[in-house]
């Protein structure tokens, strides 16, 4: 198939330790965060999200962490399974946008060693 | 269907063909969104919609990118004259609503690839 994230920063873990990945925003505006994970050939799939005023938020086997501070968002995955292998990727929304469009980062590919 | 729907999954087009590529969101969903995404890099919004009504095109690249919503469900993405840099994978997403908290959900994708 496809591959997503061929010049992406790699991050590579052992299965069964945590991950975190980070990400970085710039639009002080934006009030909504989401996270996504891209597998190979298919499109972006909701993972978690998190408002602005909050700095953290727990769902099944991950964390949301924000800083608003610094404008930077992390997302945690405890104990990575060889499912989470894929693209990760930071999604943050500007109010003021029609719809509620989302502007993406770069991305993060994580590789998970047996 | 239970998802976003897209087809063709891949498209190859020569330099200067148009190309048609098309989105059935999930039903019932008001918003649909087009995004790009080139090689190694996160989707990029391009256009979006409420129901018919196309309320943000600003991320349409060139005059050569169009897309339509004539009922309010299907979309249709048009690219004229494709060049090289338009290769990429053009993902559509829908939701239920358009205001706070109302997850986005993707399609697969179609891969266009222009040679």
């Known amino acids: 198939g496809e591959s997503v994230g061929l010049h992406l920063p790699t991050l590579s873990v052992q299965e069964g330790d945590n991950s975190i990945i980070n990400c970085a925003y710039s639009n002080s505006a934006s009030d909504y965060f989401i996270w996504y994970k891209q597998e190979s050939g298919k499109g972006p799939q909701f993972i978690i999200d998190i408002r602005s005023n909050m700095d953290k938020r727990q769902g099944q086997r991950v964390t949301v962490l924000l800083n608003k501070t610094v404008k930077h968002l992390s997302l945690q995955i405890a104990a990575t399974q060889p499912g989470d292998s894929a693209v990760y990727f930071c999604a943050e929304r500007d109010p003021r946008a029609a719809g509620n469009k989302l502007t993406f980062g770069g991305g993060t590919r994580v590789l998970v060693k047996p | 269907g239970a998802g976003v729907s897209q087809s063709p999954r891949y498209k190859v087009a020569k330099r200067g063909q148009d190309v048609a590529l098309r989105c059935d969101p999930i039903?019932?969903?008001?918003?649909l969104f087009w995004y790009q995404q080139a090689l190694g890099q996160g989707p990029e919004f391009l256009t979006y919609f409420q129901n018919e009504a196309q309320l943000d095109k600003s991320g349409l690249p060139s005059d050569r990118f169009f897309a339509e919503r004539p009922e309010g469900s299907v979309s249709t993405l048009k690219i004229q004259r494709t060049q090289q840099e338009d290769s990429a994978v053009y993902l559509c997403?829908?939701?239920f609503g358009q205001g706070a908290n109302t997850e986005a959900f993707f399609g697969q994708g179609t891969r266009l690839t222009v040679v």
């Open positions: 039903s019932g969903h008001v918003s």
């Open positions: 997403a829908s939701s």
